[in-house]
């Protein structure tokens, strides 16, 4: 058998892979996976065991994670939200952990030791981070890893509406190859994560998102027929319109999330990209 899988997206190598892909594909072993949980706010996930080569992607708090393999202090698997497979540190994850019930709708959080704003901070949470509300008060919730405050979560299910507004928050947030937070995060991330947070499921790569996003839209010579919502595509690189003109996007020429004239944009971006490979366009769109 000749495999035909994106590599990114399936958990196999030439000597493991997962038993539901056993009958599709050649291994010398098909193995079950366990269900884990990220148990730290950020996880990096890698092509290879070892932190040092390049970080592919990072897996949120709460997030599961199917590890197949476990060796020398990390596991190979897949994240079950958006299907990237690769390498993490085995103690970034937990099993057991409870089933998360809402989602973190800020675009950071604080994890306070105890429910008072003057308690000292562990850390942060991200946004589209997954928590089980273990206990309440007026104010703050307890997630088990600290206490974050009610109006920074929401339950699944609660989306904001407006993913354009969504990117927008992470305006001028580091640029990070990878990285999936708004203390750096690149261009795709940026997408996923105004996306996810409406609720829309979305993968993680920008390539994947010009095959599986919105419909395609012929982009007029002059750009007249831009669009709040729509989503630019280059080779390796993807931004949104704010509105007709502007792009916003997290990109390595501003090392930042920026938003610029996309006439701009687009003729400096031919220069290292090429041109504008497609334009995908959601049906309802808020303006």
Avoid at 158 to 179: C, E, I, M, N
Avoid at 239 to 267: F, Q, R, S, W, Y
Wanted: charged share 20%; hydrophobic share 45%; aromatic share 8%.
């Amino acid at each position: 058998m000749t495999s035909k899988f994106d590599p990114r997206l399936t958990p196999a190598r030439p000597d493991l892979a997962a038993d539901f892909l056993q009958g599709k594909l050649e291994a010398k072993a098909f193995v079950a996976g366990q269900a884990n949980r990220v148990k730290q706010p950020l996880a990096g996930l890698y092509a290879a065991a070892d932190e040092q080569t390049q970080l592919q992607t990072e897996l949120l708090f709460g997030e599961e994670f199917v590890v197949y393999e476990r060796k020398n202090n990390w596991v190979w698997g897949q994240a079950s939200r958006d299907g990237f497979v690769g390498y993490v540190r085995a103690d970034a994850l937990a099993v057991g952990l409870p089933k998360p019930d809402h989602w973190v709708c800020a675009l950071r959080t604080p994890l306070y030791q105890w429910p008072d704003l003057k308690a000292p901070v562990s850390g942060f949470l991200h946004q589209n981070s997954l928590v089980a509300v273990l206990g309440q008060d007026d104010h703050y919730v307890d997630t088990g890893a600290g206490w974050v405050h009610v109006g920074d979560i929401k339950p699944d299910g609660d989306w904001r509406a407006d993913f354009v507004q969504t990117a927008l928050d992470y305006l001028h947030a580091p640029y990070v190859w990878g990285g999936r937070s708004s203390i750096g995060l690149d261009c795709s991330a940026l997408v996923q994560n105004a996306l996810m947070a409406a609720g829309l499921p979305c993968l993680r790569d920008s390539d994947m998102q010009e095959a599986n996003l919105g419909a395609p839209v012929q982009l007029a010579d002059d750009l007249s027929n831009l669009r709040r919502g729509d989503l630019l595509f280059w080779k390796g690189h993807v931004g949104l319109m704010v509105d007709a003109k502007t792009l916003l996007h997290a990109n390595a020429h501003h090392m930042a999330t920026a938003a610029e004239p996309v006439a701009g944009a687009i003729a400096r971006i031919k220069k290292t990209a090429g041109p504008v490979q497609s334009v995908r366009r959601f049906k309802a769109v808020k303006e």
